[in-house]
Every structure is written in C-alpha cells, then in structure tokens.
C-alpha cells in the first residue's frame, strides 16, 4: 500500500509541474536557464545519492520526479525563458560537485545530499528575488503544490534517516517559502491597485 501511495505521490509531483511549463510555453512564466539547469543537476545527484544511502525510497522517488520535472522545464527555458547566468549559479553547481566529490572520498552519500540542499537553497535565490519581484512572473500553484505533495513524502518515510527526511522537508520549506512570496507580493499588488483606484 506505501508503495502504491509513493507512485501516486510521484505522478501527482509531476502533475503539479503542468501548470508551470504550461505557463513557461505561453512565455507568462520566465524560467531562469542557469537556475533550472542547477536544479536538474542537484536532482540528478539526489536520486543517485539516495540509491546509495539505502532505505530512501521516498526520496529517490521523489527527487527522480523532481528531475524529471527539473529537466522539462530546462529544455523550454532554452527556448522560453531568460538566460542569467551569474556567478551564484556558478557557485551552487560547484557546490552540488563539491559534493559528489566529497561522497566519493568519505563513502557517505549523506555528505552529497547534505552539499545537494544547500545548494539546492542557494539556487533558488534568483527564484526568490523574482518571486518577490515579478510575482505574476511565477506559477503559485506549482509552486503550493510541489510543497504539499512534498509532506506526502515526508509521512512516507521508512526511517527517521537524513537520507529519507532531508529532501523532503528542504522541498516542503523552499517551496512554501517561494509560494507564500508570491502569495503576499501579489495581495499587496492588488490592494495597492484597488486602493489607487
């Protein structure tokens, strides 16, 4: 039954991307290429992390789904969305390599997990800053769902291991942090207007 629950979990993941690529193909969302290829890399890393540590099955379904997820929406921001690439991208892809590098010499893929949310984190301040920028530039409803099927995830966990709990509850925050962003700067918009009027 927890397995069934998992892939339904996963399929509903990836259904809560429909919205955002459906707004990055009619161009009202801008997906960001360098933050979204940082993302694809550090999903990449997770599910091959999480295989590793053993016993994460949640996470591995969770973070494969995510780069699924992650690297559909690359491909439409080569074409669609904007190209910055700053040195803050830079620094969270070598980060997440850092990482691997670092796994590979200790034999703990915890330490690349660990590398692949901080990373993860520091990526998505050009997200944040443009959340909070360009509100209507980003899709809440990806942004909501991502985070509640995320805490799916965390309830699916086997153990109490870093390796099944920390992605999950990282998704669940910084999606959360992201959608309440947007939430609030579009609240504020629509009152300023209505109050200018």
Same mark, same amino acid.
């Given at each position: &039954?927890?397995?069934?629950? @998992?892939?339904?979990?996963?399929?509903?993941?990836? @259904?809560?991307?429909? %919205?955002?690529? !459906?707004?990055?193909?009619?161009? !009202?969302? !801008?997906?960001?290429?360098? +933050?979204?290829? =940082?993302?694809?890399?550090?999903?990449?890393?997770?599910?091959?992390?999480? $295989?590793?540590?053993?016993?994460? =099955?949640?996470?591995?379904?969770?973070?494969?789904?995510?780069?699924?997820?992650?690297?559909? /929406? @690359?491909?439409?921001?080569?074409?669609?969305?904007?190209? !910055?690439?700053? $040195?803050?991208?830079?620094?969270?892809?070598?980060?997440? /390599?850092?990482?691997?590098?670092?796994?590979?010499?200790?034999?703990? %893929?915890?330490?690349?997990?660990?590398?692949? $949310?901080?990373?993860?984190?520091?990526?998505?301040?050009?997200?944040?800053?443009?959340?909070?920028?360009?509100?209507?530039?980003?899709?809440?409803?990806?942004?909501? &769902?991502? +985070?509640? /099927?995320?805490? /799916?995830?965390?309830?699916?966990?086997?153990?109490?291991?870093?390796?099944?709990?920390?992605?999950?509850?990282?998704?669940?925050?910084?999606?959360?942090?992201?959608?309440?962003?947007?939430?609030?700067?579009?609240?504020?918009?629509?009152?300023?207007?209505?109050?200018?009027?």
């Amino acid at each position: &039954m927890r397995n069934l629950v @998992l892939v339904i979990a996963g399929i509903a993941d990836l @259904l809560a991307n429909v %919205p955002y690529i !459906k707004d990055s193909l009619k161009g !009202k969302t !801008k997906p960001n290429t360098a +933050s979204w290829s =940082t993302w694809a890399l550090i999903n990449g890393i997770t599910v091959i992390a999480a $295989i590793n540590a053993g016993g994460a =099955t949640n996470t591995v379904i969770l973070g494969f789904t995510y780069f699924l997820a992650t690297l559909t /929406i @690359l491909l439409i921001a080569l074409f669609r969305g904007t190209r !910055k690439y700053t $040195i803050l991208d830079g620094t969270c892809q070598f980060l997440a /390599i850092v990482g691997v590098i670092l796994w590979q010499f200790s034999g703990n %893929p915890n330490v690349a997990l660990l590398f692949v $949310i901080v990373s993860g984190e520091v990526a998505a301040i050009p997200t944040f800053r443009h959340a909070y920028g360009y509100p209507h530039e980003e899709t809440l409803s990806s942004f909501v &769902m991502a +985070s509640l /099927i995320a805490v /799916i995830f965390v309830c699916l966990a086997t153990t109490a291991s870093f390796a099944s709990l920390a992605v999950p509850i990282d998704l669940v925050i910084g999606n959360g942090i992201i959608a309440t962003i947007i939430y609030l700067k579009r609240k504020n918009q629509r009152q300023f207007i209505s109050g200018s009027a």
